[in-house]
C-alpha cells in the first residue's frame, strides 16, 4: 500500500533556531515529492519539488532533500521564524496514468519567540 | 506561481440547504482540477478529480449525489454540497494542475463551509 509517513507530528522550537522534518515514503512506482506549506485556514503552497533525479533543492531559508533508495526525505529549516509556523506537508506523486498522490499527515511546527 | 482562486472563502449555512463553491485558476488554463477536504489537524483528503467536459471521478466512500462535481470551463470548476447537514462542515481545498508545469500543483485558498 502506497504510504506517506511524516514525523514528528509537532514541533516546537525557539525563532532563530533550526530544525528538520523527516517523510518516509512507500509509493511505488515514483514521480515526485513535494514539500506544502499550510498555514491555519488557507491552502497549501509549494516550497519544494523534485524528482527521482534530485536529491536536494531550496527555496530560501527551506532545504529537502531526498534519497530516492531508502524512500526517505527531509526538510531542514534555518534560522526559523515566527511566520514558519504552520503545517508542512509531505507529497509524493505516483508514476502512472493516474499519477496519484499521495498526502502525509503533516507536521505541526510551533515557533516560540 | 499561478493563481488559484476559491469563493466563497467561508459560508454558514442551514441544515438541508446546498451550497456551491467556485474554484478558478486565474492565468492558466486547468483541464484537471482536484477537490479536498480537511478536517482540523488533519491532512486533506481527496474527495474527486474534476475533468474538463467530462464527469468527475470520485474516491471511494464519497457521494457523488451529495458532492455535486462541474467542471464547465477549464478555468472554472464548482462542487455542491446538496442537502448538507453539520456533519459537513469542513475546510474545502481546491487544487489544479497548470499543463505548463509538469509537476506542479496549485492550491486554492479554501472554503470553510459551517453547516448549523
Known amino acids: 500500500k502506497n504510504q506517506v509517513e511524516q514525523s514528528p507530528q509537532s514541533l516546537i522550537i525557539l525563532e532563530g533556531k533550526n530544525c528538520t522534518l523527516q517523510?518516509?515514503?512507500?509509493?511505488?512506482?515514483?514521480?515526485?515529492l513535494r514539500w506544502y506549506k499550510q498555514d491555519t485556514g488557507r491552502g497549501p503552497v509549494s516550497l519544494t519539488i523534485?524528482?527521482?533525479?534530485?536529491n536536494t533543492k531550496s527555496n530560501g531559508r527551506y532545504t529537502a532533500t531526498l534519497d530516492a533508495d531508502t524512500k526517505q526525505s527531509s526538510l531542514h529549516i534555518t534560522a526559523s521564524q515566527l511566520s514558519d509556523s504552520a503545517s508542512y506537508i509531505c507529497?509524493?506523486?505516483?508514476?502512472?496514468?493516474?499519477?496519484?498522490?499521495?498526502f502525509g499527515s503533516g507536521t505541526r511546527l510551533s515557533i516560540r519567540p | 506561481g499561478a493563481v488559484v482562486s476559491q469563493h466563497p472563502s467561508w459560508v454558514i449555512c442551514k441544515s438541508g440547504t446546498s451550497v456551491k463553491i467556485e474554484c478558478r485558476s486565474l492565468?492558466?488554463?486547468?483541464?484537471?482540477m482536484f477537490w479536498y477536504r480537511q478536517f482540523p489537524k488533519q491532512s486533506l483528503m481527496l474527495m474527486a478529480t474534476?475533468?474538463?467536459?467530462?464527469?468527475?471521478?470520485?474516491e471511494q466512500g464519497v457521494e457523488k449525489d451529495k458532492f455535486l462535481i462541474n467542471h464547465a470551463s477549464l478555468t472554472l470548476s464548482t462542487l455542491t454540497v446538496t442537502s448538507a447537514h453539520p456533519e459537513d462542515s469542513s475546510f474545502y481545498i481546491c487544487?489544479?494542475?497548470?499543463?505548463?508545469?509538469?509537476?506542479?500543483?496549485?492550491f486554492g485558498p479554501g472554503t470553510r463551509l459551517t453547516v448549523t
Open positions: 517523510c518516509n515514503y512507500t509509493v511505488s512506482p515514483f514521480s515526485n
Open positions: 523534485m524528482t527521482f533525479s534530485e
Open positions: 474534476s475533468n474538463e467536459g467530462s464527469k468527475a471521478t470520485y
Open positions: 507529497v509524493v506523486s505516483e508514476y502512472s496514468s493516474a499519477s496519484k498522490i499521495i
Open positions: 487544487s489544479a494542475r497548470d499543463p505548463a508545469e509538469r509537476y506542479e500543483q496549485y
Open positions: 492565468d492558466f488554463q486547468a483541464t484537471t
